[in-house]
């Protein structure tokens, strides 16, 4: 079992700025990738950024430029830095442990909402 809990959500002006961060523990597979995904409401969730166990990242289309995200092995953390949000960002943000960079999560965190005003 991995247990993951996001936080750093909140409420955000258009343009600025927030950082996610998500805490890993438990059995978590060597090599691990971990993702950041987001879901608004009536739409299913999607993939924001992953980042692998070396550093290797991908990107949604629409977050290029304007998300990063990093990881601290040492510390098990993940993080998703968020600059420049607009309102289309508003979302639940869940942090998903996968096999690799293109692999489905097999586990998730609860959630931090995120809401950008315009």
């Known amino acids: 079992q991995v247990q993951l809990v996001e936080s750093g959500g909140g409420l955000v002006q258009a343009g600025g700025s927030l950082r996610l961060s998500c805490a890993a523990s438990?059995?978590?597979?060597?090599?691990?990738?971990m993702g950041w995904y987001r879901q608004a409401p009536g739409k299913q969730r999607e993939l924001v950024a992953v980042?692998?166990?070396?550093?290797?990242?991908r990107y949604a289309d629409s977050v290029k430029g304007r998300f990063t995200i990093s990881r601290d092995n040492a510390k098990n953390l993940v993080y998703l830095q968020m600059n420049s949000l607009k309102p289309e960002d508003t979302a639940v943000y869940y942090c998903?442990?996968?096999?690799?960079?293109?692999?489905?999560?097999?586990?998730w965190g609860q959630g931090t909402q995120v809401t950008v005003s315009s």
């Open positions: 998903g442990h996968q096999l690799g960079l293109y692999s489905r999560p097999n586990y």
């Open positions: 980042i692998g166990s070396m550093g290797s990242t």
């Open positions: 438990g059995s978590m597979s060597r090599n691990n990738a």
